[in-house]
Structure formats: structure tokens, C-alpha cells
């Protein structure tokens, strides 16, 4: 019934030829150009004019501009038209050129185009684009009248670079108080690249989402609404839940908010109300709650509630790899995988459920925990069966109530009584088979579009009348199934009901898989629902977002925080042939050379150090300034030791903070003094701008060299009663009160310790009177990047981090004096600390490994306060030569 003058205009091939464009012209004036009312002609363009022939891709392209112009309403200008060929009558129908931009209006039907695209033989594959229909959300029962919730996606090539990403966006929203939370969330689903590294935040108002995205940014935990993860190659699984997750009001809040839940929901209830002789929807919305708990009606709910919200699911661009149902679930599955249609699944649900409503009374479920093995003795045939396997040692006894209550009275494990009217998969449930029966031989079963692992073997089921026979007597093999889903390399599992009763099932079953429940108990639905698919998303699951999100006002983003790489290749220190310079190599990151002084006194060791060499260093942020942690001092100094034969460090003092400029490099000398008759040598560490060879000339060798710390280097080890170590045993030692986390590197920045990935490595402490223990590991950013450091200083200066668990604000404390610092190991990344007071602003550091070898011993460490003003040297070195001649 469409006429071909209800097309608005052509995107043409446009081959630009003296033979192709007269043949395309003439029959797009014969079939289109006809007929048409005055002032309406025919619409002709080509994507062409605007970025050339794209080849293989060019029908795809019209069609891309066809759909972009029908969203914005205009027919954009076909570009480089001097004049209408002169090979084509152009009077012989209505049609015009685009040579201008039109306004394309609203009338009473919709827009519609048709795309062209030519191939080699002259074939025109021709498709009509029509406007698609917006759609009104219906309002059922007023919940529309909330605002509804939105989701902020963002994404990075790396976890660094998402909360970048996080941040800077957060700064743009809160310059924008007014902006509709909606059309951001529109922008960010349709305007940005899906990398891996991924972050969602869900909510209902600007400063929810904000408050979310500043969290992202800032890694801090606990804000509802905002999920992470990393998009992986693993496949989806969606399970279904069994009876005992029904509640009063499911659903309503999703009925009231997307239409094809509603029209889903609907449909059962259509075919379920005369099969059940009530109204459903007035059972599961009611106010008595009993009666939804009665099997007659809780199976249908179920089954109700999860196809819709499948069927929900799967139109917002979900897309699952495999199924699986736990008992009367496993019926939503089947239906929604093609087994059985929506009239032979709801007579299913309907007779199942009714047949066992009529069953006697006087049965029993109990959860037990403990393994098959463990319960076998336990089992009675004909009283006391086995009625599931949830998981490994989560199983379920059904049979006569008498029986089973006496079965688990004075089982060691725990035990709970299901609240359920009847003992399901049990002799219990033999009366009904025959009627059963009956009503399966009525039914169609079809081949499973989609794999729906059984209940009874955890493999994909073949499901005729036969098994759903055996699926009401026999156990459910819920474990099992979960296994299956780890044969079909499911790593994320949607939970597909009411309230979560089988997502930590899933992982109790199998920890590698994430199951995320798209419902909960007294949470807002939609909400609930959004931050799910949310989590599945940053999992790699693949979500329409755009279908969440009505179009809204175009809004302009800031860019994307690029993570810049130099592209060239550095020569940091420690790589090379530094021989031919008469000098040996150390092997150390932040020293390249060592040379022993001619009269034997004394050596020096050189290095080069800088952000683009060194770039984990930009995360020591102290009081607004990049800062080389004492930690790496005192790492050049047991280096510096190791070339005089002298492995512990009596004492180091740090004089003047050592600080990085974003541009730019410093040299570093460590330089070692002879040997003062007792074996022990002085220490100093210098470092001056790498631009200062000028100054120097100018101005004699010293010039720019700073002094930052000197101390004492001696052979042999701190007498033992003066050294603290971390007792074996028990970890963390008896009596210890752990310590909560939550958001402390934030509370550090607050203070001013503003660290970074790098060196946000305390992940647990505790604390026994005065004394603090703590567990530290290297992050992943720097990880791998322990070659060379006795320990890396980033690991060694998180162990510090315990003593800055009651950090004051405004109370800037850096290490000032290190005494009798041993090193005991080397290349560790995760380590046990143990910090014990020390007098007045010291303490005392023991650090071993996880099996409690020693790996570094401090005797003693003195803490000072620094002013802004002692961190404010250094700067860049650049910006000096404002003040030379």
C-alpha cells in the first residue's frame, strides 16, 4: 500500500559519469518523479559529495545519512553542483537536486528515503528507509512520575585512563548545573567508543551522577549506582529463578516504564488468567502476600515476571549465549529459547503448577550445608531424598516433614527450613505424574534456539514429555548446570528474577564467573535493572544503550584523556654500553654508572631521572609537588653500599626534598667517602637540573648541584635486640582489630598526599595497642618493574602508608631520618609490615614476604612536618633562564 509518492527524496548512487548518471536520473524521474503534489518533489543527493566514493561501503554510507537526517529533520546540501547534468531531462518529472540544505517537515506519516547502490554489473540494490516511531512510556500506575533513572558510561584504554576520563567529565558536568542528566547520558552513549577498561554510573538526578563520577575518579568505593570492570572475551549466561524468589508488587516498576515489558507481562497474563481462573496481575500487585507464596499462583508469577523481563532484556540489545533455570524457571527458559510456544508454556506452568497446589500437605524442604558425600547417610528413599544441588556444599532435603526434621536435627553444618507448601522433587510429588502426564502429551516441543542447560545433568537438554516428567520428581542439579556454563566459557551470568536467591549460588559454584542480578527487594526496578545490565556491560556483554535513553538536546563533550606514550624510544639509565666512558654499569633504574675512585677512596655513581623515563614517579604527589619518595633515596643508598662492600645504612638524613618538574630531567651523584678506619663511609646525594651545563661553565662545577640527604654506610648487621621483626605464627597476630580502608587514599589527599595508582599499594591493616600491621602489595602499574631496586620504592613506601592511618589535615610529615636500614631480600611484591612507635615522631619498620622472611629492617625512622615552601624548589628547570643574562 506505500505509493511511491510518499518517498521524500533519494539517496542516489551518483556515479558522476556521462553514461551512469543519465540511467540513475531517468529512472528515478520514472518511478519517483510522477505524480507528485505541487511543491513536493523528490529529494536527490548523494553521500558522495560529502566524503567521495567509499566502495564497497557506499549503500551503507546513504543509508547512515539517511537515518542521521531524518533525526536532525534537514536534507544536508549535495556539495559541488555547479549545474544538473545536461545528459537528463530534468522536466520530465518532480525532482529536484539538493544544491541547498531543506528543512525536511513534519507531516502527517512518516519520513521516508530510498538509498541506491549500484554494483559492477549494473544490479541496484534499492532498500526505503521509514522514520521510526516515537514511542510515548506508558504510565500504568503513576511510577513515571519519578525522574527516571540515566546511565554515564565511560571508558578507557586502561584503568588510568578511565578515571581520567571520569574526572575530566565530572569537572565539565559541575560547571554545569542545569545540563539534563539525560541528554548527557545520550551523548555518552552515542558520541564515545566502548574500550576496554569500562565505568558506569546510574542514577535519577545531576548530583547523584556527579557525586558518582568523582567517586570513579577519585577510586573511591561504596557509591551505589556506580559499577566497574574490564570487557573480557568470556560469553554471557542468563539464569532464571526457581520458586521462593516471588514477591508482592514484581515488576510493577517496570510495567509502568518500558513498553515491551508491559506488552510481554501482558501477553502471559492473557493466557495464563482463564488456565489459573483469576487475575494474575492482581495476585502478584495485590496486597496479600500469602497468596502469591501458594505454588498455584507463585509458579505462574515466575514465569510471568522472567519472560517479560527477558524479553525486556533482550530488546535493549542483550544478547545471551546460553540458558539456564533453576525448577520452575527452567520453564521460562525453554519458552523464551523456542521449546515450547507462549500457549504451551503458560498450559506448562498452569497444570504444573495447579497439580501440585492439590498434592497433601504434611512435606518438608530444608537447606543443608554439607556435601552429597556427607549427607548420604542421611537419605531415606521414600522419606528423605536429595532435592537439590545448589553448590558445593549448598544442598536441599524434601520428603515427609516428620522424616526430614528428624534427619538434619543435630547436623554440625547449618540448616534452614524453606517456607514452601510442599516437598518438590521428592516421592512426594508422584501422585500428580500421571495427570501431568496427560497434559505434556498435549504439548509441542521445537529444537532450543538457544543451548538450555538441564537441570538433571547440567547439560543441554533435549526437553520432550519425558523430561519434564523427570524434571518434577528428580533433583535439581543447579551445580551442575553451572558447570555447563563454564564448558561453554560463560564469564558473566545474568540473573533473570525478582529479588538475587542464585547469583551467589553461581559463584560458590564456579568464583571466576560474575553473576549480576537485574532485580532486588526493595530497590527502584528500573534503576535496579539498569545498573545490572550496567555491570554486564563493563563485563563485555554487549547492551543497546541508546535504547535506554530518550534523545535529548546534543550536548558537546569534553575530549578523551589520552594517556600520552612517547613514541620514541628512551635511553633510560641502567641500559647501554656505559664502558667505553670508563665506567662500569650498575644495573640500577636510577643510577647508569658507578665509578671507583683512583685512590681507592671513594666512589661515584651518576644517573638521569625524569618523568618520561621514570613516569610510576608522577604518582608521588606531596603538597602540589612531584616528589622522589625517600624510599627511592634510600634505595640509592644500599645500592651505593653494595659498591664498597657495606650493606647497611647506619644513618641517612635528608636535608632538602628531591622534586621532579613535568618537563625535564635532573642528574643524580651518590657520592661514597673513603673508609674512616672502622669501616664506615659517608654518603651524600646530589642532583642538579640536566639543562645546568651552561650555569656550570659560567659559574664553576658546583653550580646547581643541591645536596638532598648524606648519612653513613657500614658492613655487618644491627645488633639483634635493637631490631623489631614480625613474630611467626599467626597473621595478623592475635588481638589485632583490623582497620577499615575505605576511601583512605582519598582521606591522603585531603591531607596532601595526593597518590597514584603507582602508590596506592596498602590494602590491610590492623592495629594491637600502638603497634600497626599492615599488608602491602606493588600495583599493577608498576608490577612489573621490580629489576634492579633492592625494593621498589613505591612498594616500600606504601609499607609507610600504616603510619599515616591518623593523618591530621594541613600535617605534612615526610621521612627525615633513616637509622641502621638492612635489606634482607630482594624482587618481592607483596609484603607483611609491622610499624612500633619509637619514641616522639618515630618508628620502628619490620617488612618480611608473605611466608615471613625478611626483606627489610628499619631501626628507626623520624618523621618531620614540611611547609609548601620547602616543597615549592626545584620547579622547572626551564623557567630559570627568565632570570639569566
Known sequence: GLSVTDVDAVEAHGTGTRLGDPIEAQALLATYGQGRAPGRPLWLGSVKSNIGHTQAAAGVAGVIKSVLAMQHGVLPATLHVDEPTSEVDWSAGEVSLLTDAVVWPEVDRPRRVGVSSFGISGTNAHVIVEQAPQL?????????????PVVWLVSGAGERAMRAQAGRLAAWVAERPHAEPAAIGAALVRERAELSHRAAIVGADHETLLTGLKGLAEQASGHPGVVTGRATDGRLGIVFAGQGAQRLGMGRGLYGRWRTFAEAFDAVCAELDPLLGGSLRDVVWGEDPDLLTTTGWAQPALFALETALYRLVTSLGVRPDVL???????IAAAHVAGVLDLADACALVAARSRLMQQ?????AMVAVEGTAEQIAPLLVPGRVELAAVNGPTSLVLSGDEEAVLAAVDGWPGRTRRLRVSHAFHSHRMEPMLTEFAETLDGLRFHPATLPVLSNLTGAPAVMDAGYWLAQVRRPVRFADGVAGLRDHAVATVLEVGPDPVLTAAVTDCDPTIVAVPLLRRDRDEAQTLLTGLAAAWTRGAA???????????????PTYAFQHERYWLIRTPGHGDVTAAGVGATGHPLLGAAVGLADGNGSVLAGRISLASQPWLADHVVGGAVLVPGTALVDLALRAGDEVSCDRL???????PLVLSERGAVRLQVIVGGEDGTGRRSLEVYSRPDNADDRAREHGDQAGWVRHADGVLAPGATAGPDRIEIEAGEWPPAGAERVPLDGFYQRLAGVGYRYGPAFQGLRAAWRRGEEVYAEVELPA???GATAGFGVHPALLDAALHSVLLDAKPDEVRLPFVWKDVELHATGATDLRVRVVPDGQDAVSVAVTDVSGAPVVSVRSLLLRAVSPEQLAVGGDPALDSLFRV
Open 781 to 783: 602499574a608498576v608490577r
Open 650 to 656: 647506619v644513618e641517612l638524613t635528608v636535608h632538602t
Open 324 to 330: 539456564l533455570g533453576h525448577s520452575v524457571g527452567e
Open 136 to 148: 510515548e512510556p506508558m504510565a500504568v500506575d503513576g511510577s513515571t512520575d519519578k525522574p527516571a
Open 359 to 363: 498434592l497433601p500437605a504434611g512435606g
Open 543 to 557: 547492551v543497546n544503550w541508546p535504547a535506554t535513553h530518550p534523545p535529548g538536546s546534543r550536548v558537546d563533550l
